[in-house]
């Protein structure tokens, strides 16, 4: 009875969270008639519908919002569990589900993961990339990379760089259109400005200089993007200014395709932080993971460049 139940609840938490029962199967090994069999047997079983389903779409009930909610976080624990039992008491196993940002997570983190595989070879590591701020207990993630993910008593953050954020543009740019030396005459020149995902709204250019003047600089926008890498690339192709955290930039600024702007000035914004749930038993494989990209990030010397003045 309880492994039926179980094979009930998987399918219907893997429909929940992908969607669509064929991704669903596709995550669990199956097909998407049996996944759907299995949901359907649930719903049998609790006497109600937990999906609306048409030919196109799979959406939640709100019986069946209210059962991923109080099922997801719990369920996944006991997985966790048994997995580490069935691996070896405490051995790190399993499916790891890490959300990153797109250039920060190739750049920096990818590159760390051949040796952590190495080292813990039953953890399979799978990556979403995505430059929105996740839920990572709504959205069923073990661990998030990134900055300014909000906290609440159901996260833990371990910092692992402050942040600068600096102007950029391309050096035909700067040939084209003579550099600015003050922030003031930042409203002569073009600008590409960032639109905030969590906000929609435009991000200021509020500018601190080292000397402890702060400034909040008028530019002329020829573009607006909400995508850092896009606004990079916009500004190494010659666009216009933009600014932008310095661990999407320094690639770019490495290969002289962007030069820095002011490069006395600089912006805050809030640390490069690794994310995970604090749960009462943090699994094996999130504790191992945690710890190695903590350790190995910082002996990468990347901390130290993202605030280099």
Known sequence: MF????????????AADEGSFSAAARRLGLTPAAVSKSVNRLELRLGVRLFQRSTRSLALTTDGERL???????????GDALT???????????TLKVA????????????????????????????????RQVDLVADGFDVAIGGGIELTDALIARELASMQIVLVASPAYLT???????????????GLLRRSLSTGRL??????????????????????????????????????????PLAHVLPLLD???????????????????????SRKLVPAKVRV??????????????AARFRAL
């Not at 991923?68 to 006991?78: A, C, D, K, M, T």
């Not at 580490?84 to 399993?94: E, I, R, T």
């Not at 962007?258 to 749930?277: F, K, N, Q």
Request: glycine share 8%.
């Open 84 to 94: 580490d039992l069935s691996q070896g008491a405490g051995k790190p196993a399993g």
């Open 289 to 302: 993971f945690v710890d190695y990209v903590v350790e190995q990030f910082r002996a990468s010397g990347h």
């Open 100 to 131: 990153l940002a797109h250039t920060v997570g190739r750049t920096y983190f990818v590159p760390l993961l051949d040796e952590f595989t190495r080292r813990y070879p039953d953890v399979v590591p799978d990556l979403y990339f995505d430059n």
């Open 203 to 244: 991000v200021p250019w509020t500018l601190k200089h080292s000397g402890g003047q702060e400034v909040v600089a008028s530019v002329r926008p020829v573009a607006v993007m909400d995508d850092p890498e896009a606004l990079a690339c916009a500004a190494a192709s010659g666009m216009g200014i933009a600014m932008l």
């Open 3 to 14: 492994t039926e139940l179980s094979s009930y609840l998987d399918a219907f938490i893997a």
């Open 176 to 190: 084209a259109h003579a550099a600015p030396s003050q922030p003031q005459e930042l409203a002569r020149h073009r």
């Open 68 to 78: 991923y909610g109080q099922v997801r976080l719990p369920w996944s624990e006991i």
């Open 255 to 277: 290969s002289g395709a962007l030069v820095r702007v002011l490069p006395g000035w600089y912006a805050e914004t809030r640390p490069l932080s690794i994310y995970y749930s």
